[in-house]
């Protein structure tokens, strides 16, 4: 016959183990329910029913401190953190963050002009400068950087022309894909013709291409302006019709740069570039007689001159 101590024993191992089998099927059972209401609304539910049944091992193997661990944990956790948190005003957004930088006025000291450091050969220098420059705009920096290539330090025209050479392929690509979408655009759509005159015309400008490349990409600019102009042409800017005048005077496509500058004059003809383009095309070509006849259109307009163009009013004068 069992004496009273295993009685005991077995009862608490009883109950523990009744207790342990009925927290186990009851978690089960409720997250089955639960996760089919959910799943009807269309809402993700996270499947713990492995949790029960790692508790339902503990609680076997550790009688009645198992079950009093989860339990007092239970109670803690309805006790202390009864209400759940109001997040409704809190917005979580990196825009709001701004992140001041002090000023790295040592190496502000040390850096001189990229020209500078070609000119003296001053490896040093010369390094420094190409590692800060690409820290910031590179497009703004591609002429300068192209000096580079031609640099005496090995290193120095190999990182150049690395740099150079991803830059001129990531305009190559995102000239052709804005180009593919203008030709879907809609007839009263003119932003990305807009955008690709601008974009192109900033790094066009520096003449980085090989004569052939720059003026295939002239072409397309000249095209893209094309397209807005037939679509709206109240919407083309000075700086736009100057933009293509210019870069197709560089690449000696005379004809269609006159085209841009007469239309120029056309519809801003109280402004200074209406005026300077067709000089420069004209002086270019080597065709005095209109050269001189827009030289005495602007002399008698009211159109305000800057210092570079007086001088050269002065000197043809």
Not at 86 to 100: A, G, M, N, P, W
Not at 186 to 211: H, N, R, S
């Amino acid at each position: 016959m069992p004496d009273w101590n295993e009685k005991v024993f077995l009862i608490v191992i009883f109950l523990n183990t009744l207790i342990a089998v009925v927290y186990f099927l009851w978690g089960t059972m409720a997250v089955a329910t639960v996760k089919e209401r959910q799943m009807e609304e269309g809402e993700k539910l996270f499947d713990n029913r492995r949790a029960y049944l790692l508790k339902l091992i503990i609680m076997l193997l550790c009688p009645i401190i198992g079950p009093l661990f989860f339990a007092l944990a239970y109670l803690t956790d309805k006790l202390l953190f009864w209400t759940t948190a109001d997040l409704e005003d809190v917005i979580f957004s990196k825009d709001r963050v701004k992140t001041q930088l002090k000023a790295d006025e040592e190496r502000a000291r040390n850096m001189v002009p990229l020209e500078e450091a070609l000119a003296i050969n001053e490896k040093k220098n010369l390094r420094l400068v190409m590692m800060n420059m690409v820290k910031g705009e590179i497009q703004d920096s591609l002429s300068a950087i192209a000096l580079a290539l031609d640099s005496g330090d090995s290193e120095s025209s190999h990182y150049a022309a690395s740099v150079m050479t991803d830059e001129l392929n990531e305009f190559r690509t995102k000239v052709q894909a804005l180009f593919r979408e203008i030709q879907n655009e809609k007839e009263e759509e003119t932003g990305l013709e807009e955008l690709l005159i601008a974009y192109m015309d900033k790094v066009l400008k520096l003449q980085i291409f090989t004569a052939i490349e720059q003026k295939r990409f002239v072409k397309i600019m000249a095209d893209a302006a094309e397209k807005l102009w037939q679509k709206d042409m109240l919407k083309m800017k000075e700086e736009q019709y100057e933009s293509v005048c210019l870069r197709m005077m560089e690449v000696k496509e005379y004809e269609g740069s006159e085209k841009w500058c007469l239309r120029l004059a056309e519809q801003y003809p109280d402004k200074l570039s209406a005026y300077t383009c067709r000089l420069k095309l004209y002086f270019t070509q080597q065709n005095k007689e209109a050269f001189f006849s827009t030289l005495n259109d602007l002399k008698r307009s009211d159109v305000v001159i800057d210092r570079e163009t007086l001088e050269l009013i002065r000197v043809f004068s």
